[in-house]
């Protein structure tokens, strides 16, 4: 599976909040098209501007102007196509070489020439997984109904 990361902080971030408020949606969605692209074609953070065509009308787009302006992307050609740059993409990203790095360790992991750390056995000094009882995955503070009636379980609603 290919993700990006985007930090869940983006919609409060200092040049989020710098987008004029009526074209911040559009805008943090452009640069998250664009992020997506680089990512899926390995390209370092750089997105053609054809990629972006559905929504952005050229380089003087306004909404690609604030991206510009408060400094979440730049303009930049890349092999004579001109295009944009997620800025900091490898910060929070994998790079085209971190990608190759890991997937040549995954083949030869997979075909037994990297040595891994050795498995263990059934039974070999392996506590036994707690049982989870139930209500263990509900948050703090909330009771839920044990399906039985007169429980005193609480619903949630």
């Known amino acids: 599976m290919i993700f990006v990361k985007v930090d869940v902080g983006l919609p409060r971030h200092h040049r989020s909040l710098r987008i004029p408020s009526g074209i911040r949606l559009e805008a943090i969605g452009l640069w998250l098209m664009a992020l997506c692209?680089?990512?899926?074609?390995?390209l370092d953070g750089w997105c053609p501007l054809c990629a972006l065509a559905e929504v952005v009308s050229g380089p003087d787009d306004p909404v690609l102007v604030a991206l510009v302006d408060?400094?979440?992307?730049?303009?930049?050609?890349?092999?004579?196509?001109s295009g944009v740059i997620v800025l900091r993409y490898a910060e929070h990203n994998e790079t085209k070489a971190e990608i190759a790095e890991r997937r040549a360790h995954d083949r030869s992991r997979k075909s037994g020439q990297v040595s891994t750390?050795?498995?263990?056995?059934?039974?070999?000094?392996?506590?036994?997984?707690?049982?989870?009882t139930k209500g263990q995955n509900v948050p703090p503070g909330i009771r839920v109904d044990s399906g039985t009636p007169g429980s005193g379980g609480t619903r949630i609603r």
């Open 37 to 42: 692209y680089s990512r899926e074609q390995e």
């Open 117 to 132: 750390k050795p498995r263990k056995t059934k039974g070999q000094n392996v506590p036994p997984k707690p049982r989870k």
């Open 70 to 81: 408060v400094g979440l992307m730049s303009l930049g050609d890349k092999d004579g196509v």
